[in-house]
């Protein structure tokens, strides 16, 4: 299954300069891949850093979380609700992303309970490992 970014705004509610998905390369009922191709243009370069554009490594995490939300929301019991952040456990930054880079999030859900999971993250960028750990969410209206 593979989604461009229409798609992927017919599913989750983020928009420019949020959304931080460019598309959606695999999927499976409990695992997703996301693409984010990083530029010069985002929005974030002109303060973090001006002398040296580094993605801010929360906003690594936050596209972990779209490329997950596609993933829950796009479920039928799940469509018109929305995914909130319920926690971020052990993440490790292992390489700075700057522009060129393009990032492969992969999100595997490992729990999920009445509305509230736990996901693994894995994010590599030219199959070196950007940034792993644990994110947490609630499903909600």
Same mark, same amino acid.
């Given at each position: 299954m593979v989604y461009n970014s229409e798609q992927i705004k017919q599913i989750i509610p983020h928009r420019y300069p949020m959304l931080l998905v460019d598309q959606i390369i695999e999927m499976s009922e409990t695992s997703i891949v996301g693409i984010k191709a990083v530029t010069i243009n985002e929005p974030f370069f002109m303060g973090h850093f001006p002398v040296k554009a580094v993605m801010p490594g929360v906003l690594i995490v936050e596209a972990c979380a779209q490329s997950g939300a596609v993933l829950l929301l796009s479920k039928p019991e799940n469509k018109g609700k929305l995914a909130y952040f319920a926690g971020i456990n052990k993440v490790r930054f292992k390489k700075q992303v700057i522009p060129g880079d393009v990032l492969r999030m992969e999100v595997e859900l490992t729990s999920l309970r009445l509305n509230i999971g736990i996901a693994q993250i894995k994010v590599t960028s030219d199959n070196e490992l950007v940034c792993v *750990?644990?994110?947490?969410? *609630?499903i909600g209206s």
């Open positions: *750990g644990e994110i947490m969410f *609630g």
